[in-house]
């Protein structure tokens, strides 16, 4: 993971924007350049990953154009052979050396093509422009503003842009700026038309377009690991990856020291598998302690995501601090195609699919922001199969009445195209789900509510909810989110549309809390 930064002006100065770009050095330890462009600068923390020499630093100057981008460009040999026949020529083995070339041969036409996770800002010096691009899915970060004066600033994170800009906005996937203007290239989330595979074609296809998702994210010249939970999505992808590998993968589970669910389950697959597995058992004050720096990390005070990230920062935290590893294969973004506990309770296969189109579209702000920060701040890198741009087209065009849940077991289509190679244990493959922030341990969340009650009395609460029109808090432990997210983030709370919550509108679903916990099907999900 990088970090980049890109100042579109010339009302600031190379002090600040250095300033502004080292809040996020953990993203890119390894080595930090900041050039002038002659009407702004752009920056450039790097963790490096892909093309491991001094000459795969960025920006990158190639002529007239000087580039930045927090990326991995899948398949980026296929396209660098092919820009070498027309000419071009690359000084190092860095993925993203390719994109200027790629800029001069198609224009802004070239974000379309790409199959990538990406965040990037190039200046054409010839025409005198900036131009900032996000991947469809929005799985690597950048964020914007504009000053005073009404210069654009992109950053990776928020905390790039806290001090140069008035108001902090996310850059929305799947678009690209340019003069002033938005334009989408590519909307995952909207479907033109359903396919009409058979049931057993639809089977295949899940199958083969995930093993195509891990096996492009295995690619790396630096240690790769593997977020193992011991439910479906993350034991997958560990199943498929061991598969592929002729080694034991590294694997890193974590749960409470008093009731944690899912490590029993990691261990079972991490058997199955035969990886060398490592588990991190974390206390309640572990916990409380790492709060604040979380809510810094994470820039949100969303509940579910402060929930989840805890877990996720100290395993993370933990594979950096004992290991060798750079890059983190996770299992997010399988609930969002294939549904949530909560979806269970969708009126109709139509009420499923836009559900699932508006969780795909909000990713960015809820689970894959909490991946992101949660390695990212930890110097790692985060890969997320189930994000594959293949994988989610065609998962998102299989009919929803098929994805709905008449089979009495959620996400029955992914289960089902895995059944026949044995790649997990069977009763991991069929397991009920439970969301990561209750199988850490179901203290973990009452613990943080414990804590938050001591916080404030009832009058306390009633009064300092009110001082927020915006997502107004709802709950002490939201309050107290709140208040911490704000002493980092003033006045940015509008980054994040809302809390993450079920969909309140369908019966059963009108609850007031996010966890999985509360809804009436949560059943063996808590074993």
Known sequence: MCSIIGFCGTDSSESEIRTALMKTISRGPDASRLVDTGNGYLGFNRLSIMGLTEEGMQPFQKENLILVCNGEIYGFRKMKKELQEKGYTFQSDSDCEILPALYREYGTEMFAGLDAEFALILYDKETDTYIAARDPIGIRPLYYGQTKEGTYVFASEPKNLIELVDKIKPFPPGHYFQNGT?????DMAKVESYHQDTQETIYEKIHDLLVKGVAKRLDA?????????GGLDS???CGIAAKLLDQPLETWAIGMDKDAIDLKYAREVADYIHSNHHEVIISEQDVIEALDTVIEALGTYDITTIRASIGMYLLCKAIHNYSDLRVILTGEISDEIFGYKYTDFAPSAEAF??????RIRELHMYDVLRADRCISVNSLEARVPFGDLDFVAYCMAIPPEKKLNTYG???????????????IPESILWREKAAFSDAVGHSLKDDLAAFAEKQYTDEEF???KEKYAFAKPFTKESLLYREIFEKYYPGQAEMVVDFWMPNKEWEGCNVNDPSARVLANYGASGT
């Open 182 to 186: 938005f334009t989408c290239y590519k």
């Open 221 to 229: 010249d630096t240690p790769v690991g593997f977020l193992l939970s």
């Open 235 to 237: 034991s997958l992808v």
């Open 353 to 358: 699919q836009k559900e699932s189109e508006k």
């Open 409 to 423: 077991k959620g996400k029955y289509l992914l289960r089902k195209a895995f059944e026949r190679d044995y790649l």
């Open 462 to 464: 009633l009064a300092k």
